[in-house]
């Protein structure tokens, strides 16, 4: 039976109730965060707390719970007898349930809390041989630095992506290309590494931010700036990031096929440091 982690109980996840006049239900006014157990620990659980806590400020739930996640996360790990593999913890925080109003309630209501943890097996063939993902005009709203629970446009464009073969749907915002529907993507031009800035366009993925630091530890060159949609033609290589996906290569982008249609030799380098890192964690 699989125990899941709901306002402060670990209990059976079938057993959990949800109000209907919860406003994660009723207007996706929530965040979420998920994190990755390597078989004996979490990849930079420091940063998964810290953008928790970025997204409750931005959407101002008052919650003082998020340095909970760590140890919340372990003991699903644990209870779920999930210790000896790969998985992954979904974590989830909306404003608590009220009585259906478009502002705020108040006085605060207590917000609603729900964790929980599955087994999770890679697609090395996607980390091997890289994957086709198609380009679309960015229909999300302006705040996509927030890791809020509204995914409706992420999901919609996803599922175009799915249904035509490929791998993630890329998105791209006046002329720029952003990020996918569920990663960051990194492209490789004349020999630098470039991906869309920070921005409120964007969210600031964990993996992301650790491709960075590899990359300029392996002394790459780096430019954070949005690439073109008409520089297509001058792309050598890309890669997208995310929690599950770690760094997976793309080898066509929106019909272009990148390089000689084989993952590039900075994104397997970058990769292999990866891989090297996680592996040294282990011991």
């Not at 790990?77 to 009220?98: C, E, W």
């Not at 249904?163 to 720029?176: A, P, S, T």
């Not at 949609?229 to 290569?249: D, G, K, L, Q």
Request: glycine content about 8%; some cysteine; aromatic content about 10%.
């Amino acid at each position: 039976m699989e125990t899941a982690y709901f306002n402060g109980k670990f209990i059976p996840k079938d057993e959990i109730s949800i109000s209907p006049d919860d406003r994660g239900f009723l207007f996706a006014d929530g965040i979420y965060e998920v994190a990755r157990w390597y078989e004996s620990f979490f990849y930079d659980m420091t940063s998964h707390v810290t953008r928790l806590k970025r997204s409750l400020r931005e959407l101002r739930i008052n919650w003082d719970g998020a340095d909970l996640f760590p140890s919340i996360a372990n003991d699903l790990i644990r209870l779920n007898k999930l210790g000896s593999q790969q998985a992954m913890v979904y974590f989830q925080v909306t404003r608590g349930a009220a009585v259906r109003t478009h502002y705020f309630p108040s006085p605060e209501t207590t917000p609603t809390v729900y964790a929980n943890a599955w087994g999770f097996v890679p697609d090395n063939q996607s980390l091997e041989s890289g994957i086709k993902v198609m380009l679309k005009e960015d229909i999300r709203w302006s705040r996509c630095d927030i890791k809020s629970i509204a995914l409706l446009p992420n999901t919609i464009s996803f599922q175009e992506a799915f249904e035509n073969g490929m791998k993630e749907c890329i998105f791209v915002r006046n002329g720029l290309i952003t990020e996918g529907s569920h990663s960051n993507i990194f492209f490789v031009i004349d020999g630098t590494l470039f991906t869309h800035p920070e921005s409120n366009q964007v969210l600031s993925g964990i993996t992301r931010k650790n491709v960075l630091r590899i990359a300029q530890e392996l002394g790459i060159k780096i430019r954070e700036e949005a690439v073109q949609e008409n520089r297509i033609r001058f792309i050598r290589e890309a890669f997208i990031t995310n929690t599950s996906a770690e760094v997976t290569p793309v080898i066509d982008l929106g019909g272009n096929t990148l390089g000689d249609g084989l993952p590039g030799p900075m994104t397997r380098l970058i990769r292999e440091k990866f891989d090297a890192e996680i592996k040294a964690i282990k011991g």
